[in-house]
């Protein structure tokens, strides 16, 4: 699954779609991550899991930190759900991780729902 205007978040879709057609909705959603993981490793998505993300302010770095399920191919910043469905403060979660480090592109995956909900955000 590629798109030629962003074959990355794309191909993180890809694999998530992957993880909920074989595990459905109804668990954790550790069990999410852990079966993510395995799928982008199989897959050859380069990703880093529970990424500790700093924020800062006037050149400061607060004390405060956010942690990211994912941070792929480098530059993609993946936050995972498990519920229902996704509401605002799931999409506020996300585009503040963007803004707080400046980061280009965020996916949020979620699959507690009966098909993958995704959003793609660009900062």
């Known amino acids: 699954m590629e798109h030629p205007h962003d074959p990355q978040t794309y191909a993180i879709i890809g694999a ?4 909920h057609a074989e595990l459905g909705a109804g668990f954790l959603e550790s069990v999410y991550q852990d ?5 982008l490793g199989l897959r050859g998505i380069p990703f880093q899991r529970e990424v500790r993300l700093e924020v800062h302010y006037k050149g400061h770095v607060l004390p405060s930190t956010f ?3 994912y941070i792929c191919c480098g530059e993609v910043l993946v936050e995972l759900k498990a519920q229902k469905t996704l509401a605002g403060p799931d999409e506020a979660q996300l585009i503040n991780y963007l803004k707080a480090t400046g980061t280009q592109r965020g996916l949020l995956l979620n699959f507690g729902s009966p098909s993958l909900q995704s959003r793609r955000f660009v900062n």
């Open 35 to 39: 079966a993510l993981a395995i799928e």
């Open 67 to 69: 942690r990211v399920d």
């Open 16 to 19: 998530a779609m992957a993880v």
